[in-house]
C-alpha cells in the first residue's frame, strides 16, 4: 500500500473556495488513479472526483463546474480545488490512490466544514 497524506481542510462560509492537497509516499505515483471521496456521520464514503494516469477526470454531478482536481507527478500530489461550497459539502474528505500493483490506498482525512 502508498501512504497517502491530506491537507487543506478547515472551517469556510458558505460561496468560499477551499483546496485540499494530497501527497504520496511511493516511487509509484505516476501509475496511480487518484480520487477524493467525502463521508458524513450515517452515510456511506462517496466519489467526489478522479483523475486517472492520463489526466482524464470525472466528476459528481453535485460538484460540477464548482470543484477541479488536479495532479502534479512531479510533487506526487493530488489537489481538490473547491470554489463556490456550500453547507452540504460538509464532509471529511478522503483521498485514494489505486493501481494493479499497490491496490487501493486511503488518506486519514481530512474534515471540511462550510458555514451557512
Known amino acids: 500500500q502508498v501512504m497517502l497524506v491530506e491537507s487543506g481542510g478547515g472551517l469556510v462560509q458558505a460561496g468560499g473556495s477551499l483546496r485540499l492537497s494530497c501527497t504520496a509516499s511511493?516511487?509509484?505515483?505516476?501509475?496511480?488513479?487518484m480520487a477524493w471521496h467525502r463521508q458524513t456521520p450515517g452515510n456511506e464514503r462517496e466519489l467526489v472526483a478522479s483523475?486517472?494516469?492520463?489526466?482524464?477526470?470525472n466528476y459528481a454531478d453535485s460538484v460540477k463546474g464548482r470543484f477541479t482536481i488536479s495532479r502534479d507527478n512531479t510533487k506526487n500530489t493530488v489537489y481538490l480545488q473547491m470554489d463556490s461550497l456550500k453547507p452540504e459539502d460538509t464532509a471529511i474528505y478522503y483521498c485514494?490512490?489505486?493501481?494493479?500493483?499497490?491496490?487501493?490506498?486511503w488518506g486519514q482525512g481530512t474534515q471540511v466544514t462550510v458555514s451557512s
Open positions: 485514494k490512490g489505486t493501481s494493479r500493483i499497490t491496490g487501493n490506498s
Open positions: 511511493t516511487d509509484f505515483f505516476s501509475i496511480l488513479d
Open positions: 483523475i486517472v494516469v492520463g489526466g482524464s477526470t
